[in-house]
């Protein structure tokens, strides 16, 4: 039993058999497997169960209270339950949630992303980043008519089955359980940030290269941003090959105001979206060249189908605007001036307790890594030390932080310097132990 951040609550919630988030996993364990039906929000012993979020406080079935820095995962950039959102998804609800027929909110969500991003001529919207990824891959081999995709080691698109090929590691094929080998045959990965073994494990494949498909910034690989020479090396050679480049900003849309895109100066053909886009309701999107999404027009006769029953559902649509609407440049900076005051501490802290330790960081993503080396790709922030992360991961939940296990986190704009100075003091008590 430990003190919370609050200072006035004993936690239980990591094991202990009397706390409510360990007697709800285990209500669960008979219904879904493993008690789970979102594979990245388990981890040892269960997960803590939440009833409540305010600003960047969240609350558990057993009223512990927490700061959150993963926020869905990089998605509620405004934090919890903030008041412009639920206005405008408690007014959208008294109106019209979803009906099979399309909403003025759908064209001015769109526009808006327009707006932001001049390399997206036309955008559709989809209910996840999933099905976004799984879309923009199909429509770029319906382009080009070609069936072969190049991805990054430790990128992370999704479930679909093109996703799901993609190794954590280089030295592994692509492939996962239950997705026919011959898709995977189709997928060839490549070492991120590195130019040379990504051209030598491409060219063989040059001719049926369809698309090369990379986050900008490797959010759950490591939170590790791609050098300006690689991006700029993937574009000029998919431009070269006949191939469409998709970049899969569904995370690094948050590193600023005209995205990853935007800060690098390099045009995609495709963009794939989703997390803060939808304001915390569930939303992807995929959009890019007018000509490349002219596949979808329903006009044609040979367009490519794409149903949903919730495509641009109103709630999502009216939350994904009131979000953006709250998003102005200066959040961006100010976000980002935080969270290098969050990186800079938190490297000073390893420094004076002798830890081999760093910190990745874009925007207002960071990521902690135990390690000496310079991370450069999903290789090295495999190599380092992930028990330790293990370790300050429940460290941190005793202390009052809701943060990753893999050692990811971000910061929202509910949060200031006492937040990040929670952070860094529930950090030193967990390390200095
Ligand atoms: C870069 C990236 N692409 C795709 C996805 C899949 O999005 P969703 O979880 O909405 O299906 C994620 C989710 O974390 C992501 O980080």
């Not at 769109?110 to 209910?127: K, Q, Y």
């Not at 089955?161 to 060839?188: K, N, R």
């Not at 000496?372 to 939940?397: F, K, S």
């Not at 986190?409 to 949060?415: E, I, W």
């Given at each position: ?138 429509a770029a081999r319906a382009f080009t008519g070609r069936t072969v995709v190049a991805a990054f080691a430790g990128g992370y698109h999704g479930s679909h089955d093109a ?271």
């Amino acid at each position: 039993m430990t003190e919370t951040a609050a200072g006035s609550r004993a936690t239980d919630a990591l094991g202990h058999t009397s706390s409510g988030s360990r007697a709800l996993w285990e209500r669960a364990l008979a219904s879904l497997p493993g008690g789970n039906t979102r594979t990245t929000v388990f981890h040892d012993p269960h997960p803590v169960y939440l009833v409540r979020g305010d600003g960047c406080r969240v609350t558990d079935a057993d009223g512990v209270e927490r700061i959150d820095f993963i926020s869905n995962y990089t998605s509620l950039i405004l934090g919890h339950c903030h008041p412009l959102v639920v206005e405008a998804v408690q007014e959208q609800a008294t109106r019209l949630m979803s009906a099979a027929a399309p909403s003025e909110l759908e064209i001015e969500l769109a526009e808006r992303l327009r707006e932001r991003l001049p390399s997206v001529e036309r955008i559709r919207f989809t209910n996840s980043g999933t099905e976004a990824t799984m879309l923009a891959l199909r429509a770029a081999r319906a382009f080009t008519g070609r069936t072969v995709v190049a991805a990054f080691a430790g990128g992370y698109h999704g479930s679909h089955d093109a996703a799901a090929s993609i190794p954590a590691d280089v030295t592994l094929p692509p492939g996962a359980p239950g997705v026919p080998p011959a898709l995977a045959g189709e997928i060839v990965v490549a070492p991120f940030n590195d130019l040379a073994a990504t051209r030598a494990a491409l060219e063989p494949r040059l001719d049926d290269l369809a698309a090369v498909v990379v986050e900008p910034v490797l959010g759950a690989g490591g939170v590790v941003p791609a050098t300006d020479e690689f991006l700029h090396f993937l574009r000029e050679l998919t431009r070269e090959a006949g191939a469409l480049l998709v970049f899969d900003e569904i995370i690094s849309f948050r590193v600023g105001y005209n995205g990853a895109q935007g800060r690098y100066g390099v045009t995609p053909d495709l963009t794939t979206l989703g997390k803060i886009i939808g304001g915390g309701l569930p939303i992807g999107a995929f959009g890019g060249r007018a000509d490349v999404m002219a596949l979808f027009d329903p006009r044609s006769p040979d367009a490519i189908g794409h149903g949903g029953t919730f495509n641009a559902n109103p709630l999502s649509m009216a939350a994904g605007l009131a979000t953006l609407e709250g998003l102005t440049a200066d959040r961006y900076a100010s976000l980002e001036a935080l969270t290098g005051g969050l990186a800079g501490a938190l490297e000073a802290l390893f420094a004076e307790l002798g830890l081999p330790g760093q910190v990745t960081r874009a925007g207002s993503l960071f990521n902690v890594h135990f390690t000496e080396h310079r991370i450069r790709n999903h290789g090295d922030v495999r190599a380092a030390d992930t028990q330790r992360l293990h370790e300050l991961h429940l460290g941190l939940l005793e202390r009052g932080i809701l943060f990753t296990p893999r050692g990811m986190g971000c910061l929202s704009t509910p949060m200031g310097t006492a937040e990040v100075d929670a952070f860094v003091e529930a950090t030193r008590a967990t390390l200095a132990r």
